[in-house]
């Protein structure tokens, strides 16, 4: 029987305890595990490169509480496997040194996330990987830049964040493969309710499970869900290699977040809207990067692949950056942070904040940019909190 996506949040991985009838998994906060013998431990061979363990013999390695966390995962995003990281950026540094070699080049969009360039420019460099930033919005862009020189990966992010773009996944996968390269989608913004990109032809899919997945921020997480086992096998090898792997507490608090992901994503989406039209008509706003707006470029694509529309707003002040930076002071409601996704409403200013990294570079955001991580409260009061905080 095929389930719904709040069934499978509620259920995968998470059969009550056969021990004590707990119907939450337990913490299984233990690094180690008695095992049957030496060299007893139960698994089975998954190509030459890893073994997926069935039992238990060290929590780097597998842990239940992590496991049930990755089953779920793994079910949300309809792929093969899922792997939970300590972070976002730990998921996804792992993920590239398993599909890149030195040497290798890789597509990135042009308004790619901070800690994403971060990565590909000051370190993945240092390991001869390069890249080259491409407006993943445009296809023909795409299929020229994977034209022009050899690459193996594309990178991509939809919306992107802080600009929330839009990228066709399903045409952007057909490119991709026409072109010998993978496709990766960053769905931290989406979230697997909204957005499902490996049904889309993308090969993995990485999130940050800090933001919508884990939803209360309280906890630090990543993952990555692969459609391919043989590809899922090498991954696991080289998480346990390193061991950027999350605790148990935090992988059980990922997996409660997971649990309401579809009941905080409507609201989340719901309240976005209300907050993204009332901007578009405010004269102290000069222009609004949300796709729920018929005016957002990426409207007809995302509505075509998405749920719905996603929790983030951004919008350019029309006052300039030091507006901007007021507007981000002013708010009482809307929290002055970093991250996202959480059930509370944080305000940022990307360019001094999350994307302080990309200062200098083509992936500069504008300084006049603010963004908004729309929480799960009354919507009037939002919206209030915003209209006083703009004047």
Sequence with gaps: MQHGFETLAIHAGQEPDPVTGAVVPPIYQVSTYKQDGVGGLRGKELGDAARWIEGYEYSRTANPTRGALEECLAALEGGVRCLAFASGMAASDCLVRVLCQPGDHVLIPQDAYGGTFRLFDKVLTGWNVSYRPVAMSDVTAVRAALAERSTGLVWVETPTNPLLAIADIAALAQVAHDAGALLVVDNTFASPYLQQPLALGADVVVHSTTKYVGGHSDVVGG?????????????AFLQNATGAVPGAFDAWLTLRGAKTLGVRMDRHCENAQRIAEMLAGHPRVAEVFYPGLPSHHGHEVAAKQMR????????RAAGGPEEALGI????????????????????????????????????????????LSVGIETVEDLIEDLRDALG
Aim: aromatic share 4%.
């Design 223 to 235: 993952a990555v869900v692969l459609a391919d086992p043989d590809l899922a096998a090498r991954l």
């Design 308 to 315: 719905g529309f996603g929790g983030m707003v951004s919008f």
């Design 328 to 371: 981000c002071g002013r708010t009482r409601l809307f929290t002055l942070g970093e991250s996202l996704g959480g059930v509370e409403s944080l305000i940022e200013h990307p360019a001094r904040m999350t994307h302080a990294s990309t200062a200098g570079s083509p992936l500069e955001v504008p300084g006049d940019l603010v963004r």
